[in-house]
């Protein structure tokens, strides 16, 4: 598939964003306008450093209102476009853009656009040049591309022809499928961008909150299916406004424009199977994730931690024969602690493993992608866990079944082969913790889309659902990614920015299943553990809002258990103290609940900004 | 006017929100029930708060989807509020908000609805509690004002009446006159909020989006002038959701929201004249502002800028008797420079002064307005000015007239009285340079519709218009306020969050204006100023965009001149190089061109950019 991405989607100088473009794969760029006058380079010096980098210049845009006018307007389009002809033809490009007339139009006829485009085809011909017809969904007469088709049809020129945008097509609800009908060598360009499902002008939407694909609520996979059975084998270009990726680094959000491409590729290389293009690769299959391997928080000094997964029944199985690192499990949830370069680090979760079918296929995948790789130091005889990072600085590894990665998920029952590399550990015991319910990492605001995409792409993970948290210090929005089967779950929060400042500034968080919440939480108190005080006000308005039972509310109330129902059942969670970034929370899911208790978090930051006003530092558990 | 703000307009604990809005002298508080579930204190201990603090409880909200339901669901209506009612006893609180069904709305039918609110009223009555029955703009069946008002009539109870809310009717586009027609005694409550004109779905339009009066595109002064007239009596409270205010200072927006009330009282009552309520008082009037008194420029060293206002011809006029503050002058324009307390800071402009009829006046307007006051050490002899900081904080000083404060403008013309205090200054010389055209200021992002609010209700200084601007950076916002005479006008920007971090993180400028800035710009660039190059594509560009004369062209290239043209006029600029915080444009109008160059201010961001990667420091003038 031939790559391209328009100028406008990067942040920087055009020059950057040419660097950027060809630093993370892209075939070819889009030249948007305002990039070219506000740069102090020459058209000749952007040609030339363009061709070092091995980048085709695609196509130059926009021109805007060059039809629909009367014959003294049209005379003084001609004589802009010539002076954009020649400006082209210095940038050695041959394609414009030219959009639908939004500001100028007069004339509603597609005889008349038809001419006046059959006219500046002309005069593009003489330079060297075609013209690509474009209709903007808020065009003044002409919003809809079967209408740009055929006004493009009726100029009859070979000079003239269209150009596809998913974002004016579908955002407009129009159906993609005709476009099959418009033949390959009149579809002279083709630009994409995803969208969130929104409610507003589309002006608006166009301008502020396009995305790459897979990241909104847009087919994409769908609409270039469409374009590929229409034959068109041209540059598949990106074109996002997005008020955060033009702030965003220009070398990172060039890398996760590209692995939007390269996911939507596999997906229509995989619709179509057989019937695929040449240059249509699908991605390396790994089976998809069949459960968390492994949380791994890091800290100086994580005995604080041990504390509480000792009282709540973890095994400490040993000590890493070469690392500073240890393992801890109860049932299927392993935690492992890892003191190693960490001075000065509070307890943070720093990597999860996943357990995947073939594990090597995801590492063939991640490369494809674009995606950092993760590094961990191994010594001979130990298993290398392949890794990527995540774009929150997490770590992801992943690693086969033991038994060779059977389908049925039962593997993960058996010990991965990492675990034989801990030393001095106790007998396994018996414990309350059945396994790793979810967990949840906090984003810096500006990644949570690449977020989105990095977890769909590369670990066939989607986003499920996606809600907003009301906090003391603002609105926390809250998108969970979740394998199909439930077996993982990671809220992914954004903190409102003036609390983060750019980072991630809302604590994370591990949440352990388990059968009996109440019998747990007792014990726990009992042997020291800190939960977080959950104000009585709140189960005043739990009684008022579900009919509960006297003694089962005297029960929540006596162990901070906060609560929720649905009509698939219930939720029975707690939460610990937070030390450094990091709080614990044990889940009991009773039914087919499948939520998280969103309900709830109001209460939780708001008695954990309570608790910030405390003497000293919080424990989890008291020394 | 009895004042409220609904603790959710706030961040914050309950108990912050609490102190803040006693603070900034609101009368009462709304309790927003989330606000209450996740506090540690008991209603009892925020009832107690309340009374400490001599803040008015005024009502309890939400209760939601209390009507339009069949039998089963209103008995739990009635449980539900049945604890609510006790919870309301126990907070003292007298009137609770019934908001029209959303969620499980079933029955589209006055007369079942009238009955439930009849049933729920006789409950409530019991409790000493009155319902006001609210129509949200997004409600399933009920969506109206005037219809929950007809439902209230109906259900013909003491402890049923309606509460209305500005937003939920004028985000409508209902017409809010029918309000007088509501007997007073059955209005139990009102809320305001103003929000921009935008073009999105309602829900997410108020739930994100609402802002404090006088910072959007309502007609709050006609709203409420509609209220009083119906004869209400009760609390005007602020009801506004907005993402930026829910994490902003919760001292400062307690402040910047009673600011707005203030500011509303004050044109209903010059609205209504002598038909005014006893208590709606009308703010001091000072005859608003005559132009900029002076500029300052505060750095540890001055003297860059010193270089600069010597070649464009300003006349030093001397030393301050008592500072380190020196003053220069050209034609109107008046620049003091600030050595004071100002060890490593980089040229910035730290305060602007404005003449005015009436600098007393001023000053009560400003302490009723809740302003910071700006302070300045004053020595015998020495005229104190007075002043107040903004929300950037930029200080803002007004003087009056020398004469006396003629109404007609003509007496800035004089020299200020201040300006005597300044010693061993040069004769006065002619400059090309007349005035100053503008200052730009740039805001932090979370300040700028407190910003707004705060030039607009203290200084009379309306917002005129407002754009986007794309920058290598990101889109910077800019609004420009603007005296009605136009000789005050201040763009104020806005820098992308990533970019600033929450500071405001783009340069300032002031721009000077002349008659001829072709002379100017040769004779400065003689004597050694470093102009912003401005890149040659732009010249290419503006001769395909405007039919311009070549050799006009070509004094453009020559001397780093941008242009705009609109049917009205011509404007011609330059910029000089960046130096700290600071950079100086110099700007010609001809005609009646009443723009600021918008256009161009991507070229220039571009051109700061690319000049960031230069070797050491810039400075204005070449050494």
């Known amino acids: 598939m031939k790559t391209s991405i328009a100028t406008v989607c990067l942040s920087g100088t055009l020059s950057e964003k040419l660097h950027a473009a060809a630093a993370a794969g892209f075939d070819g760029v889009e030249i948007f306008e305002p990039d070219l006058v506000g740069s102090p380079e020459s058209p000749e010096e952007i040609r030339a450093l363009a061709a070092r980098l091995g980048l085709r210049l695609d196509l130059y845009q926009p021109m805007r209102d060059v039809e629909g006018v009367d014959e003294d307007a049209f005379l003084d389009v001609l004589r802009r476009a010539e002076a954009k002809f020649a400006l082209m033809r210095r940038l050695g490009i041959d394609v414009v853009l030219c959009c639908s007339n939004v500001a100028t139009a007069t004339i509603d006829d597609d005889d008349v656009s038809a001419s006046q485009l059959r006219r500046l085809g002309e005069l593009a011909q003489d330079h060297g040049i075609r013209i690509a017809f474009e209709a903007l969904a808020w065009g003044r007469y002409i919003d809809d591309y079967r209408r740009a088709w055929r006004i493009a049809e009726l100029a009859d020129h070979p000079a003239v022809g269209v150009c596809l945008d998913s974002f004016h097509i579908l955002s407009r609800g129009h159906d993609p499928s005709a476009i099959e009908a418009i033949p390959a060598e009149k579809i002279f360009f083709l630009q994409l961008a995803d969208a969130p499902a929104l409610s507003m002008d589309v002006l608006s939407w166009s301008r502020h909150h396009r995305l790459f694909p897979g990241e909104g609520s847009f087919d994409l996979a769908r609409f270039l299916t469409h374009v590929v059975r229409a034959g068109y084998t041209g540059p598949v270009s990106l074109e996002v406004f997005n008020d955060t990726f033009r702030q965003t680094d220009v070398r990172q959000t060039a890398v996760h424009a590209r692995r939007s491409l390269r996911w939507l590729e596999d997906a229509v290389a995989r619709g179509l199977a057989d019937d695929r293009p040449q240059d249509y690769e699908p991605l390396p299959a790994f089976g998809g994730p069949r459960g968390f391997d492994f949380v791994e928080i890091k800290a100086e000094d994580t005995s604080g931690i041990e504390a509480l997964l000792e009282i709540v029944g973890f095994t400490p199985r040993g000590k890493h024969r070469t690392k500073p690192v240890t393992l801890w499990t109860a049932g299927e949830a392993r935690v492992v602690l890892n003191e190693q370069h960490a001075r000065g680090l509070d307890p943070h979760i720093a990597a999860l493993g996943f357990a995947v079918p073939d594990a090597d296929a995801l590492t063939r995948r991640a490369a494809e992608l674009g995606t950092p790789f993760a590094y961990r130091r191994t010594y001979e005889g130990e298993l290398a866990l392949e890794g990527a990072v995540a774009p929150d600085g997490t770590e992801i590894f992943w690693s086969s079944s033991a038994d060779g990665a059977t389908a049925d998920g039962a593997a993960l029952r058996d010990e991965p082969l990492w675990a034989a590399e801990f030393e001095h550990g106790a007998a396994v015991q018996e414990s309350p913790v059945s396994g790793i319910d979810h967990v949840s990492l906090s984003q810096p605001w500006q990644a949570i889309d690449e977020a989105t995409l990095f977890f769909a792409s590369v670990l066939e993970l989607p986003t499920t659902s996606s809600t907003e948290v009301a906090s003391p210090r603002g609105l926390v929005q809250s998108r969970v990614i979740q394998s199909r089967d439930g077996s993982i779950r990671i809220p992914l929060n954004v903190a409102p ?101 969103a309900g709830n978090a109001p209460v939780r930051l708001s008695a954990q900004r309570a608790g910030e006003g405390g003497a000293g530092r919080a424990d989890i558990v008291r020394a």
Not at 507 to 529: E, K, N, W, Y
Not at 559 to 584: K, M, N, P
């Open 497 to 597: 920015p003036i609390l983060s400042g750019g980072r991630a500034a809302l604590p994370q968080h591990v949440a352990f299943a388990c059968d009996d919440i109440v019998a747990l939480a007792r014990t726990a108190r009992s042997r020291g553990m800190a939960a977080l005080p959950i104000p009585q006000n709140y189960y005043d308005d739990l009684a008022a809002r579900f009919d509960l039972d006297d003694g089962f509310l005297a029960t929540l109330r006596e162990l901070d258990l906060v609560y929720d129902r649905e009509s698939e059942g219930e939720y029975l969670h707690f939460y610990t103290a937070t030390v450094g970034d990091l709080f614990c929370e044990f889940v009991e899911r009773r039914g087919r609940y499948d939520g998280y208790g």
